[in-house]
Each structure stands twice: as C-alpha cells, then as structure tokens.
C-alpha cells in the first residue's frame, strides 16, 4: 500500500511553493522580539522533519541543511536566520509560481505561526506585526489581512493593549495556524479562547470602495436608511444589490445602527459566510456601514470617480 509519504514524492510546486514561503515568514516570526527561545528552534527543527521527504530536491537540498546546522547547538544567531532568510528568498524570488498576492499571504501566516511558536504576544511582535500589515497594503482585500489589519488598528488605537485585546490577538491568530505542522502549537488549547473571543466579523479598516459594476450585499440595521434605500443607492452609483453573499460579492456591507463596538459584534449567517468565502479566496470585502456612506458622499462631492 502506498503510504502518504510515498504519494508527497511526487509534490505538485504549489506544495513546495507554500512550504518555502511559510518558512520564511516562519523565521521573520521567530526573529520579532530578536531571542529565539528553545520552543522557537524547536518549530524550526520540526518544519525540518515534517519536509524531511524532500531532502533530495531542489531547493530543499540547500535549505535542510541550513536550518538543521543553525537549529543544532540550540542556538540560532541573527546572522543564522538571515542566512536562512536568504536562500528561502532566493529561491521563492527565482521560482515565481505564486503571484505576490498569494505568496505575501503565505508568508504573513508562517510569520504568525513564528509570532506564536513560543505561545506568547508580545507587544514588540505586535507593533512589528501592525508596521509590516502597514508596509504591505496592497493586500487589501484578501484574507486574512483585512482582518488582522482592522483587528490591530481597533486595539492600537490608544497604543495599548490589555488582556482582553491580547487574547482577541491570540484567538483570531489561532485560526491561522497549519497545527498539524507545528511542534508546540496545539489546537485545543485555543478551544476555550476562540469561543470567548469571537473577532471572525470584523470590517475591513478604511476600505476602498468602488461601485460602478461591482454587487453589494447588505446585512445588520442601517441608521441611515432602509434596506430598500440602500439598495437604490447602490443601483443609482452604478453597482448592483443583491440579497445574499456569493463568490460574486464585491462587498458586504454591515450596519451598526450606531453601535460603535462593531469590529468585536457577531452580525450572524451573512457575515459567516462571507468570511468562509473569503478563506476560500472569494474577493468579498466586509466594510462597515460608516465607510460605504463616506464611499458614497465622497462620489456625490465629486472627490472619486
């Protein structure tokens, strides 16, 4: 019988491609608070047995052993983990498989499975988390990043953060991670906080919202008007409405009816369905009822097209 280790012999790129650029977000994760701890080295020399199959291909040939001999003494110097940095780069720069979008996403996952390899947060890995999703906003409008980017700028507001905001971090964090491939990391020990810290429906932060051609979902109160006036305001802007999400959602908008705790409130079936859309790669941006109202007085006053 053909074991799965046999079948992953035969890898398609996609495979290859994502476990280079998890590692590297992996080692850039790991790098944050600049001490790589035992439970740190030890997600590395895991990585390294889980992909230990592949000794025997490029690039991997080059990068095992790098990892290895770095992991080895229990130990892994700044220049270590920018020596493995360099060849996963190099490798992930020449081999072009993935457009940026989708290999940059791959990299912010494997720099949060490194954030938490040693299951804390610290603020340092949280202020370098919140400057990289700054660096990187051409990937707005995927998953996860409008999330984690409206999540940190709620709880950066006042440039603390308290337990409560920690946990929400930790939690949605959690939802990221490939557990199977982590030594440290286990799922059920996120059970309790997922379920008391619910942040999935979370608005994209300062949208950019179009609507000529694009199809606007709406779900939630409006404070501003009926669902029948929402929808004629879309339609006379040149977008359409539509009453449920779909792959084809260009955007759901969520009403608060002024509540302004709406990045942290669970708006219910349309809101879960265009975040699994979303996971999917579905292009469905989640904006809150605020910023379509700006989108619309912004294009009334002639400041966008």
């Not at 780069?89 to 912010?108: E, P, R, W």
């Not at 950066?156 to 946990?167: F, G, P």
């Not at 939690?171 to 999935?200: C, G, M, P, Q």
């Amino acid at each position: 019988m053909t074991s799965d280790k046999d079948y992953r012999t035969f890898t398609k790129p996609a495979e290859l491609h994502k476990a280079i650029n998890t590692l590297r977000g992996i080692v850039a994760g790991i790098s944050t608070d600049k001490e790589i701890g035992h439970d740190e080295i030890q997600e590395l020399a895991h990585w390294c047995e889980v992909h230990g199959y592949l000794r025997d291909r490029h690039p991997f040939s080059e990068i095992l052993p790098i990892v290895e001999s770095s992991c080895a003494d229990g130990v892994i110097s700044e220049n270590e983990a920018k020596d493995i940095l360099w060849v996963c780069s190099s490798f992930a720069d020449s081999g072009a498989y993935y457009d940026s979008v989708t290999s940059t996403i791959q990299f912010l996952s494997g720099m949060i499975h490194g954030i938490m390899a040693d299951g804390e947060l610290q603020d340092q890995e949280i202020d370098m988390l919140q400057a990289w999703i700054n660096a990187n906003d051409f990937l707005a409008g995927t998953y996860p990043f409008d999330e984690i980017n409206s999540l940190l700028s709620t709880i950066m507001a006042d440039r603390k953060v308290d337990e409560d905001e920690r946990n929400s971090l930790l939690a949605f964090f959690s939802n990221l991670i490939e557990f199977k491939n982590s030594f440290n990391l286990v799922e059920k020990d996120f059970t309790d906080l997922r379920e008391k810290y619910s942040v999935d429906g979370i608005c994209a932060s300062c949208p950019e919202i179009t609507f000529q051609g694009k199809i606007f979902c709406f779900t939630g109160e409006s404070y501003r008007g009926t669902r029948k006036e929402l929808a004629d305001v879309v339609e006379r802007l040149g977008g359409t409405f539509r009453g449920s999400v779909s792959s084809k959602t260009n955007y759901l908008v969520v009403g608060n009816a002024g509540n302004p705790c709406w990045a942290y409130a669970c708006y219910g079936r349309k809101i879960e369905e265009a975040v699994r859309l979303r996971k999917e790669g579905a292009g469905v941006v989640i904006v809150n009822e605020t910023d379509f109202w700006d989108a619309v007085e912004d294009i009334s006053a002639g400041i966008t097209q």
